[in-house]
Nanobody, 121 residues
Framework: QVQLVESGGGLVQAGGSLILSCAAS????????MGWYRQAPGKQREMVAT???????IYADSVKGRFTVSRDGAKNTMYLQTNSLRPEDSAVYYC???????????????WGQGTQVTVSS
């Protein structure tokens, strides 16, 4: 019912930047919250940044001051501006969204397939 497609990942040198995008499509009535998560090999998936409909943001301590999450409600698209990238930022970055698809229903959680970010030292 809902598809999330990430883009913008790639290989970048330490200190560089990337802009990740996540486009949501499908039977969407309302998106309450969107977020970026990441998972490195051998590690658990962790929250990177989240943003609500009202624009409230939360960041992981490890990315504060370097990453900025934003959202275009009209396009159901979320972005992650990543600056001053470090090798430890290397991971698959996943998009998550809390979406209402049925006016009489509840919000459900959806995930994208992920986009690889690799930061070389």
């Amino acid at each position: 019912q809902v598809q999330l497609v990430e883009s913008g990942g790639g290989l970048v040198q330490a200190g560089g930047s990337l802009i990740l995008s996540c486009a949501a499509s499908g039977n969407i009535i309302h998106i309450k919250e969107m977020g970026w998560y990441r998972q490195a090999p051998g590690k658990q998936r962790e929250m990177v940044a989240t943003i609500t409909t009202g624009g409230t943001t939360i960041y992981a301590d490890s990315v504060k001051g370097r990453f900025t999450v934003s959202r275009d409600g009209a396009k159901n698209t979320m972005y992650l501006q990543t600056n001053s990238l470090r090798p430890e930022d290397s991971a698959v970055y996943y998009c998550n969204a809390l979406v209402l698809t049925d006016p009489l229903g509840r919000y459900n959680d959806y995930w994208g397939q992920g986009t690889q970010v690799t930061v070389s030292s």
